[in-house]
Every structure is written in structure tokens, then in C-alpha cells.
């Protein structure tokens, strides 16, 4: 079944503690993509990547980080976590040729004490 | 840059009734693409329909269907007999052609169906 995975679903966290939300798609898309949900702002797009190695910030890059070393997978990254980044968050792939058929991962809910 | 604006925060529409959810975007660009995406309690991204700007005519999906006014710059979506699992968000969203494959997305519309 053709899929966007993310884990965990749900976490709750302290001010500080470094976490990783993974996401996973096995579709073999080029494009994948990282956006956070909250309530009145819709969803935002963190960062992006258009290929393996190839990365850039969206509109709200700020106390985050991605990587891409492989195709399928594409780690966000919370070296600090602070209470202003508890969101849902949801990852998205896309091939590059159907660009417009984006596949969403079913959200993380995250919590920062 | 893009933005996009849902003006309705909340909708509420009986069953078997039929609701017009509004969207307005404002862009540069000529050619683009507008989605709505549908978000049920499982917090699930559905794509509900797309519209491609260069096409004039509003693009259809068995009960949703849109009025897209390019000149306007609207892009609204009417659901017809409203079922009660049409209960979600609804966000409207614009694909920039530059930036990768971004999606700008609205503030979300609750539509809440009555029974």
C-alpha cells in the first residue's frame, strides 16, 4: 500500500530535549515536505527537499532541522524543543512528475512542557 | 508572497443540504493550482478536488464541486447533499510554481453537518 508513515504519532516533551520525528514514504517521490498545523494559521511549510541531499526552508524553518540521506525518508529534527513548537505536524511526498498528487502522512501530535 | 484567505471560520449545514464553503487567494503568478483539502477528526489530509488556473471550467467530484473566478481570485467549493461524514475542516490551498512544491494553506473552515 502506497503510504506516508510518521513516528511517533503522539509525544509529549520537555523544554530542551532533543527529538526526531520520521517520516517515510515508499513511493519513491523526489519531493518531500514538512508542515506544521495550529489553529487559525492553517498549515506551514517548514522544510523541503526535492531529492536525496537536496534541502531548503520553508516559511517556518526556525529551531528546525531536516536531513535527507535517503530517498524514502526524511527525519525533522528538534535540537531544542521550546512550548512554541507544540503543533501537529504532518509530513508529504511527491514525484516530481505528479507534482500535484501530495501524499500526507497522518499527522504527530506534539506536546512541549 | 501567496496568501490565502478562508473568511468563514465555522459553517453549519443540514443533512441532504447543500453548503458553499468560500476562498479567496491572492498571487502574481498565471498559472497555478488550487486544492481543497478535507480534514476529519482522525486529522487525515484528503485531497477533495483541484482546479488547474488555465482551465476555465470548475473542475467536479461527484458532490463537491467549485466556482473558481480567476479574476476574482476565488476559488469556493459547494458540497450537495450533505452527508453527516462531510463533517470536518475543510482548508483551501494554492500550489506556487516556484519554491519546490509548496502548498499555501488557509485558516480551515469547520463544517458541521446537522442531523
Known amino acids: 500500500e502506497a503510504q506516508v508513515t510518521q513516528n511517533p504519532r503522539y509525544l509529549i516533551t520537555v523544554t530542551g530535549k532533543k527529538l526526531t520525528v520520521t517520516c517515510s514514504q515508499n513511493m519513491n517521490h523526489e519531493y518531500m515536505s514538512w508542515y506544521r498545523q495550529d489553529p487559525g494559521l492553517g498549515l506551514r511549510q517548514i522544510y523541503y527537499s526535492m531529492n536525496v541531499e537536496v534541502t531548503d526552508k520553508g516559511d517556518v524553518p526556525e529551531g528546525y532541522k531536516v536531513s535527507r540521506k535517503e530517498k524514502r525518508n526524511f527525519p525533522l529534527i528538534l535540537e531544542s524543543p521550546s512550548p512554541n513548537q507544540t503543533s501537529l505536524y504532518f509530513c508529504?511526498?511527491?514525484?516530481?512528475?505528479?507534482?500535484?498528487?501530495?501524499?500526507f502522512g497522518p499527522g504527530t501530535r506534539l506536546t512541549v512542557l | 508572497a501567496q496568501t490565502v484567505t478562508q473568511s468563514q471560520p465555522e459553517m453549519s449545514v443540514q443533512e441532504a443540504e447543500t453548503v458553499t464553503l468560500s476562498c479567496t487567494y491572492d498571487?502574481?503568478?498565471?498559472?497555478?493550482?488550487l486544492f481543497w483539502y478535507k480534514q476529519p477528526p482522525s486529522r487525515q489530509m484528503i485531497l477533495v478536488i483541484r482546479?488547474?488556473?488555465?482551465?476555465?471550467q470548475n473542475a467536479t467530484e461527484n458532490r463537491f464541486s467549485v466556482n473558481f473566478q480567476k479574476a476574482a481570485k476565488s476559488f469556493s467549493l459547494k458540497i450537495s447533499d450533505s452527508q453527516l461524514g462531510d463533517a470536518a475542516m475543510y482548508f483551501c490551498a494554492y500550489r506556487q510554481m516556484e519554491y519546490g512544491n509548496k502548498l499555501v494553506f488557509g485558516a480551515g473552515t469547520i463544517l458541521r453537518v446537522k442531523s
Open positions: 482546479q488547474e488556473a488555465y482551465k476555465q
Open positions: 498571487t502574481s503568478e498565471s498559472d497555478y493550482y
Open positions: 508529504a511526498s511527491s514525484s516530481l512528475e505528479r507534482y500535484n498528487e501530495q501524499f
